[in-house]
């Protein structure tokens, strides 16, 4: 009889196969990488790893999930504290500037590679769709804040503000991966979204 396996080996064993995964993705992108590459560089049997996962887009909304909800549990905590929310959007942006330095070489490219791949794929679509809805609820909530103590009297209604503001982030993150930061300009760009968002939330 096979020793059982407890809940902390299985969690492990899920983790090393996602991590694997993660190498794979970055390496090769989301369309080209096979479940037969994930078996080969997590070192588990084939059996192994289809025990955790069905597919390639399995295992990428895992990894996917784990990190959105990493920055949607750091933007709650935002949207609760006592801070300036005008200081939190900065401190976003400085966080997005950050990430920014390597962002040919990180994870980002794989998931813009899955969204645009996506248009076609209506589970897919719907599950972007959910994650998109989330992001403009947290967001438009963090501008509500900002708005109901006197902080905001913006110009147009804060959704407007919060999609463009997405759409832009995500452009000058394109971008940046695909032209580098000097052509694309990204810390032109970076100021005239912060400049934008001064002027249409009226700062005070």
């Known amino acids: 009889m096979s020793p059982k ?27 080209l990488a096979t479940m037969k590459d994930v078996i080969e560089a997590s070192g588990f049997s084939r059996g192994g790893v289809y025990l955790y996962f069905s597919s390639t887009e ?6 996917f999930e784990e990190d959105f909800e990493e920055s949607m549990k750091n933007l709650k905590e935002l949207v609760r504290s006592e801070n300036s929310v005008w200081d939190i959007i900065l401190a976003y942006i400085g966080d997005l500037t950050k990430g920014l330095e390597n962002v040919a070489d990180s994870f980002t490219p794989v998931e813009f590679e899955y ?10 679509k719907a599950y972007i769709f959910k994650r998109y809805d989330t992001i403009v609820s947290y967001f438009t909530e963090l501008l509500q ?11 147009q209604p804060l959704e407007t503000i919060v999609k463009f503001f997405i759409s832009t982030n995500d452009a000058i993150i394109m971008q940046t991966i695909y032209l580098g930061k000097t052509k694309a300009d990204t810390a032109g ?4 979204l912060t400049n934008y968002l001064k002027h249409v939330l009226q700062v005070r």
């Open 5 to 31: 396996i407890t809940q902390e080996q299985k969690d492990k064993r899920k983790a090393d196969i996602l991590k694997a995964a993660k190498q794979v993705f970055r390496r090769k992108g989301f369309e």
């Open 58 to 63: 399995d295992m990428f909304q895992h990894i």
């Open 115 to 124: 969204f645009f791949s996506s248009w076609r794929n209506d589970n897919r």
């Open 145 to 155: 804040k900002g708005t109901d103590s006197g902080e905001f009297h913006p110009l």
């Open 189 to 192: 760009q970076i100021e005239a």
